[in-house]
């Protein structure tokens, strides 16, 4: 067990800071006091984080920690705290660790015994769920979605019968795949695409996730997509959630397709032809 009292003691402190999500007068000034006058920012890209310090006159050090460098970084961050020092870390926009590196930074820090004291501010997805119109809790948030249509598909499938309001990052390249085969899973649904929040050409798509598609083609960037959460007409049938991974999971262990459904049908004591009409739609959308 780890007992932290945060402003009970004097341990070296790793303060995880919030930063602006695009406007750069969205911090708090609680943030910038301690990006003033900790000892060493550790960021994801100096060049990014060094625009938020110049326009805030911090001349703090600044170091690197991000994916690429995470293992190495964090034995550095854990000796610089064992000297002493303390130690804010920023992601590049919003929340650290929110999709960001840090999760082992944090972890490791714990087990050594020093403080992790949150400094809260902006947060994505925070702030496209509040702006989306759809309930705002229960949700749950995924990140940044499976690149290949097979596992996005694997992916939609799992969250196809939660009731939560859902929010899920999406890449440019991967927008139109991913509302398409969302269309497909989920059926047709309320939605809230944002992008560019807190800047000048802040931009919210809200509607029928259909005609939603329809309004893509020249967005760029990042997005936050917020989806509404099953209305649980139908209740979920574990069955129905899991049957295609089955037959999946055999025909990547050589099965034939008719094979493989008719393995998992009689197993499951499941209708083999619809299973096959299943199949064969989903394979051809």
Do not use: W
Not at 213 to 219: A, G, Q, S, T, Y
């Amino acid at each position: 067990m780890f007992n932290q009292k945060s402003f009970e003691n004097d341990l070296p402190t790793l303060f995880l800071v919030s930063t602006p999500i695009g406007n750069l007068e969205e911090i708090t000034l609680r943030a910038i006091e301690i990006l003033k006058t900790v000892d060493i920012i550790a960021c994801e890209d100096t060049r990014t984080t060094m625009k938020l310090l110049d326009h805030y006159d911090i001349k703090t050090q600044l170091i690197s920690h991000h994916s690429h460098n995470e293992e190495e970084s964090v034995n550095g961050i854990l000796k610089l705290l064992a000297s002493g020092k303390n130690i804010a870390l920023v992601s590049d926009a919003g929340t650290p660790l929110i999709s960001d590196p840090g999760n082992l930074l944090v972890n490791m820090i714990i087990m050594e015994g020093y403080n992790v004291v949150p400094v809260s501010g902006a947060s994505a997805v925070l702030s496209a769920l509040i702006t989306s119109g759809l309930q705002a809790h229960p949700y749950v948030f995924h990140g940044f979605l499976p690149s290949t249509k097979k596992q996005l598909r694997r992916t939609l499938n799992e969250y196809k019968y939660f009731s939560y309001t859902m929010v899920f990052y999406v890449s440019v390249h991967k927008l139109s795949m991913t509302l398409e085969e969302m269309l497909v899973t989920f059926g047709d649904r309320k939605v809230s695409l944002a992008r560019e929040m807190t800047k000048k050409h802040e931009h919210f798509l809200r509607g029928q996730l259909s005609k939603v598609i329809k309004e893509i083609d020249d967005l760029k960037g990042e997005f936050v997509l917020v989806v509404e959460g099953n209305p649980h007409e139908k209740e979920a049938d574990i069955q129905e959630m899991d049957v295609q991974f089955m037959i999946d999971d055999l025909v990547e262990k050589g099965y034939s397709a008719s094979s493989a459904i008719k393995e998992i049908a009689s197993k499951h004591n499941l209708n083999r032809n619809k299973l096959y009409q299943d199949y064969l739609l989903r394979k051809a959308t």
